[in-house]
């Protein structure tokens, strides 16, 4: 287990709902980055925070956002769901620019169906 | 130039063999590459990642073979085991940008 959890786990939502996704970052880690995988591909970054401020964004429209809080937990909003928003949606943590390492330890995902 | 290229996309590999799962990538501003276990319904977990400053990495039955100049990496699992049936990942990314760039995946399946 890598100390990053997630929730929901599963998620159902219509075409054109708005969806909150959490995340509660390992111990100790100040960077927090969110990751779309469709079923049979591998993750495509969305964006990336640091000390709450966003520090990179993936191709993906504004209608994606999210926030970092001063635990560093953190949350992905998606607006206006379409129906290939379906996907596990992946956090993960790592110890930032400070903690000189890359690596990144990823939560168990939410996985999130549009209908 | 972010694109991570992975094969084979399925690999079937009798218990005890060798299992090998080859990436090759373009940016050469790259200087970090992990490779990912994934099980059904899981988040991807780190198995061994290495930098370009060596050209293998071993840990236990897992290596990684890593080839500068061709822009190309490896990962090795000796002595596969049915438990090793996963999807692999392979990921770069570059010191002091943490997005990761992610291969497609392959499939690994260890038979008896």
């Known amino acids: 287990e890598t100390g990053v959890t997630q929730s929901p786990t599963h998620l159902i939502k219509t075409r054109g709902q708005q969806v909150t996704l959490r995340c509660s970052s390992q111990s100790g880690h100040n960077t927090v980055s969110w990751y779309q995988q469709a079923l049979g591909q591998g993750p495509q970054f969305i964006f990336q925070y640091y000390r709450e401020e966003e520090n990179g964004r993936g191709n993906f429209p504004p209608r994606f956002s999210g926030l970092q809080f001063p635990n560093y937990s953190s949350e992905l909003n998606v607006n206006a769901l379409e129906l290939d928003d379906s996907a596990l949606y992946l956090c993960?943590?790592?110890?930032?620019?400070?903690?000189?390492?890359?690596?990144?330890?990823f939560g168990p995902g939410t996985r999130l169906t549009v209908l | 130039q972010q694109q991570v290229k992975q094969s084979p996309q399925s690999l079937i590999v009798q218990k005890g063999g060798i299992s090998i799962i080859n990436c090759a990538y373009e940016?050469?501003?790259?200087?970090?590459f992990p490779w990912y276990q994934q099980f059904p319904g899981k988040g991807p977990a780190l198995l061994i990642a290495i930098r370009p400053d060596v050209s293998e990495k071993k840990e236990g039955r897992f290596t990684i073979s890593f080839n500068k100049s061709a822009k190309q990496f490896s990962l090795h699992i000796m002595d596969s085991q049915p438990g090793d049936s996963a999807t692999y990942f392979c990921a770069a990314n570059r010191n002091g940008n943490e997005k990761l760039t992610f291969g497609t995946g392959t499939r690994l399946t260890i038979i008896p």
């Open positions: 940016n050469t501003a790259f200087d970090y």
């Open positions: 993960a943590s790592s110890p930032g620019l400070a903690g000189g390492s890359d690596t990144q330890y």
